[in-house]
């Protein structure tokens, strides 16, 4: 079992910054696809970002160039740095997790996940 717990939700106006954290309850973050999804009220879970096992990444096309998924291997943490924020945006947020080596979209079936964060973006 792996748990998953997130952080640095909250807040912000358009235009700000947020950097959310997930930290594993243990070591995954070699042989693990991991990645972010998030979800509004009255719509459908989203994939945002992910991060393959050997370290290629793949973002949602609404958020590329704005979004940066990232590992620390060493502290057990993924990362969501958001930029640039929308109201669009605001959305509970979880990280998620999958055991594989290999290509690892938004699209994947997680299979562990975290209780979420929720992220609001004021216009």
């Known amino acids: 079992q792996v748990h998953l717990v997130e952080s640095g939700g909250g807040s912000v106006q358009a235009g700000g910054s947020l950097r959310l954290s997930c930290k594993a309850s243990?070591?995954?973050?070699?042989?693990?696809?991991l990645g972010w999804f998030r979800q509004a009220p009255g719509k459908e879970r989203e994939g945002v970002a992910s991060?393959?096992?050997?370290?290629?990444?793949n973002y949602a096309d609404s958020v590329k160039g704005r979004f940066t998924i990232s590992k620390d291997n060493a502290e057990n943490t993924l990362y969501l740095q958001m930029n640039s924020l929308k109201p669009e945006d605001t959305a509970m947020y979880y990280c998620?997790?999958?055991?594989?080596?290999?290509?690892?979209?938004?699209?994947?079936?997680?299979?562990?996940r975290g209780q979420g964060t929720q992220v609001t973006v004021s216009s």
């Open positions: 998620a997790a999958e055991a594989s080596i290999g290509y690892c979209p938004i699209s994947s079936n997680f299979n562990y």
């Open positions: 991060i393959a096992s050997y370290g290629t990444t």
């Open positions: 243990r070591y995954i973050y070699s042989g693990y696809c």
